[in-house]
């Protein structure tokens, strides 16, 4: 019996052979047998190729119908994928090859030059382009379909064989690789299809990037695994969402998304009312957001939590109480607990380090196996966020453990503040973070970004009637926007760098 993904999502391929699973709007259309078998072409390209089992194919491509072809093809052909952010500059793209040890890289024209100066330091390293004159991917792909070449077959791979690395953001050092199964994957997929009730009558509304875990494993992967149908966009675009929308029944996003809907008068209840499940991740939703969707679609935003090292270990419920600010109960399969310093697991409702334990969780870091063993105890992963555990088994989380801020030997979660500012009139949103104190360790500086100029003397007066003192921003800072990452998630570091000598 083979482990591979593609095993599981090539029985869909071949039950729905007829029916569209992938349609590109203004684009192609693919259906099941499509699928199998323009991966199983490709897959024999990647063969003659050279490339083996277990070799790392990084990937830095515009989303697209080639972008998913390759990915089963990788698969299918036993490889590892390694996606790439379409905005990794080439320094960045140096380091990641050069770290996985890439075989095989494939990127858009304008790279071309820079990946080809790496082929002397990375040994055995082809490049190929999605686009340009010649030498692409898609004459790889049709040179193989004109000599009738096809590997039809699924290379077997054990349960713990790697299906792709993903380096993390590297917020703190430089990005860890982490180690994705061909098992991770498919334990993750199974908890998510039980979870939302997933089924072939789903059709999602993909417009979320393809080289991050939320838009390749969550939704792709779902989608594909249980014969949905996926329409995709090249990216979230309000227009082609709402144009979208009337054919599909889920939808999956980061906060922003949302936002940027509620932002349209367009977005009402006529248009959302035959969705059956919006989804959120990737990055905090206000309760704010989660509010207004309510009170204008009727429908609560579903709130789920993850990481890259983990998928999917938290979620909502599908029928049941979705609690904005919290990301739900452990999926099916999972289990949670929540950590003190001292390593005792604490009570429901105090805060402490989150860990999980489960089929879903990765093998370890990529060449980093001291980094591995400090990341797991036991069976259990420490995931770095800070969390509590309500007495109905609700997780809610607090932050990450790096965003911690001491001041005066007292700990402060940012979370808790930012709660209380998003709650006051005019703020749009917030972010808190420690910087260098010469007196207290680390002081507090609240960013906020507003509908108009704030009063901050009003919003410091709001914080000492409703927090501790200790807990009272110093310095206030008002932007037109958070910096934020492709997925949404603020970027805490650059704040902190750039606010760092705000009490020196």
Same mark, same amino acid.
């Given at each position: 019996?083979?482990?591979?993904?593609?095993?599981?999502?090539?029985?869909?391929?071949?039950?729905? %052979?007829?029916?569209?699973?992938?349609?590109?709007?203004?684009?192609? &259309?693919?259906?099941?047998?499509?699928?199998?078998?323009?991966?199983?072409?490709?897959?024999?390209?990647?063969?003659?190729?050279?490339?083996?089992?277990?070799?790392?194919?990084?990937?830095?491509?515009?989303?697209?119908?080639?972008?998913?072809?390759?990915?089963?093809?990788?698969?299918?052909?036993?490889?590892?994928?390694?996606?790439? &952010?379409? %905005?990794?500059? &080439?320094?960045?793209?140096?380091?990641?090859?050069?770290?996985?040890?890439?075989?095989?890289?494939?990127?858009?024209?304008?790279?071309?030059?820079?990946?080809?100066?790496?082929?002397?330091?990375?040994?055995?390293?082809?490049?190929?382009?999605?686009?340009?004159?010649? $030498?692409?991917?898609?004459?790889?792909?049709?040179? /193989?379909?004109? /000599?009738?070449?096809?590997?039809?077959?699924?290379?077997?791979?054990?349960?713990?064989?790697? /299906?792709?690395?993903?380096?993390?953001?590297?917020?703190? $050092?430089?990005?860890? $690789?982490?180690?994705?199964?061909?098992?991770?994957?498919?334990?993750?997929?199974?908890?998510?299809?039980? /979870?939302?009730?997933?089924?072939?009558?789903?059709?999602?509304?993909?417009?979320?990037?393809?080289?991050?875990?939320?838009?390749?494993?969550?939704?792709?992967?779902?989608?594909?695994?249980?014969?949905?149908?996926?329409?995709?966009?090249?990216?979230?675009?309000? #227009?082609?969402?709402?144009?979208?929308?009337?054919?599909?029944?889920?939808?999956?996003?980061?906060?922003?998304?949302?936002?940027?809907?509620?932002? #349209?008068?367009?977005?009402?209840?006529?248009?959302?009312?035959?969705?059956?499940?919006?989804?959120? !991740?990737?990055?905090?939703?206000?309760?704010?957001?989660?509010?207004?969707?309510?009170?204008?679609?009727?429908?609560?935003?579903?709130?789920?939590?993850?990481?890259?090292?983990?998928?999917?270990?938290?979620? &909502?419920?599908?029928?049941?109480?979705?609690?904005?600010?919290?990301?739900?109960?452990?999926?099916?399969?999972?289990?949670?607990?929540?950590?003190?310093?001292?390593?005792?697991?604490?009570?429901?409702?105090?805060?402490?380090?989150?860990?999980?334990?489960?089929?879903?969780?990765?093998?370890?870091?990529?060449?980093?196996?001291?980094?591995? %063993?400090?990341?797991?105890?036991?069976?259990?992963?420490?995931? !770095? #966020?800070?969390?509590?555990?309500?007495?109905?088994?609700?997780?809610?989380?607090? !932050?990450?453990?790096?965003?911690?801020?001491?001041?005066?030997?007292?700990?402060?979660?940012?979370?808790?503040?930012?709660?209380?500012?998003?709650?006051?009139?005019?703020?749009?949103?917030?972010?808190?973070?420690?910087?260098?104190?010469?007196?207290? $360790?680390?002081?507090?500086?609240?960013?906020?970004? !507003?509908?108009?100029?704030?009063?901050?003397?009003?919003?410091?007066?709001?914080?000492?009637?409703?927090?501790?003192?200790?807990?009272?921003?110093?310095?206030?800072?008002?932007?037109?926007?958070?910096?934020?990452?492709?997925?949404?998630?603020?970027?805490?570091?650059?704040?902190?760098? #750039?606010?760092?000598?705000?009490?020196?």
């Amino acid at each position: 019996m083979t482990h591979n993904v593609f095993a599981a999502i090539q029985v869909n391929l071949q039950r729905y %052979a007829d029916k569209t699973l992938l349609s590109i709007p203004g684009g192609r &259309n693919l259906t099941g047998s499509d699928l199998d078998a323009e991966s199983a072409i490709l897959s024999a390209a990647l063969i003659e190729l050279g490339l083996e089992p277990g070799d790392r194919v990084s990937v830095q491509i515009d989303k697209g119908w080639m972008n998913v072809v390759l990915y089963l093809a990788v698969l299918r052909c036993g490889a590892v994928y390694l996606p790439l &952010n379409s %905005a990794y500059t &080439n320094s960045e793209i140096e380091y990641f090859l050069t770290d996985a040890e890439s075989k095989l890289h494939v990127c858009v024209a304008e790279r071309l030059d820079h990946v080809e100066s790496l082929k002397g330091s990375i040994p055995g390293l082809q490049v190929l382009t999605l686009d340009g004159e010649t $030498g692409t991917l898609v004459d790889v792909f049709e040179d /193989a379909k004109a /000599a009738g070449n096809s590997f039809t077959e699924v290379v077997s791979r054990a349960s713990d064989d790697l /299906a792709s690395i993903i380096y993390t953001s590297g917020t703190t $050092g430089k990005p860890k $690789g982490a180690m994705i199964t061909h098992s991770n994957l498919v334990a993750n997929a199974d908890m998510l299809t039980e /979870a939302w009730s997933y089924s072939s009558d789903d059709v999602l509304l993909h417009s979320l990037p393809l080289f991050h875990v939320h838009g390749l494993f969550v939704a792709l992967n779902l989608a594909l695994m249980n014969g949905g149908p996926v329409i995709m966009l090249p990216k979230f675009d309000p #227009d082609m969402v709402l144009e979208a929308m009337p054919n599909a029944t889920v939808m999956m996003g980061v906060p922003t998304y949302y936002t940027r809907l509620l932002a #349209d008068p367009r977005f009402n209840r006529d248009v959302s009312g035959h969705m059956r499940l919006f989804i959120s !991740g990737s990055a905090p939703l206000l309760v704010e957001t989660s509010d207004e969707f309510f009170e204008r679609t009727g429908q609560r935003i579903l709130e789920r939590y993850g990481m890259t090292e983990t998928g999917m270990s938290c979620s &909502n419920p599908l029928n049941g109480d979705r609690r904005a600010g919290s990301v739900g109960p452990p999926l099916p399969g999972v289990e949670v607990r929540i950590i003190a310093e001292d390593g005792s697991e604490l009570p429901r409702g105090e805060i402490g380090s989150l860990e999980v334990k489960g089929d879903h969780v990765f093998k370890g870091y990529w060449k980093l196996p001291e980094k591995t %063993a400090t990341e797991f105890k036991g069976d259990w992963f420490i995931t !770095g #966020d800070m969390a509590t555990l309500s007495e109905d088994g609700y997780v809610s989380i607090v !932050g990450r453990g790096k965003d911690l801020i001491i001041s005066g030997g007292l700990n402060i979660y940012p979370k808790e503040i930012e709660d209380v500012l998003n709650d006051q009139d005019g703020v749009t949103e917030s972010a808190v973070v420690g910087v260098p104190h010469p007196d207290f $360790g680390e002081g507090i500086v609240a960013v906020l970004v !507003g509908e108009h100029e704030l009063d901050m003397d009003a919003l410091q007066a709001i914080c000492r009637e409703k927090l501790a003192g200790f807990k009272v921003p110093r310095r206030w800072i008002q932007l037109d926007s958070l910096p934020r990452n492709t997925m949404g998630k603020v970027q805490k570091n650059l704040l902190r760098d #750039d606010y760092t000598d705000s009490f020196a």
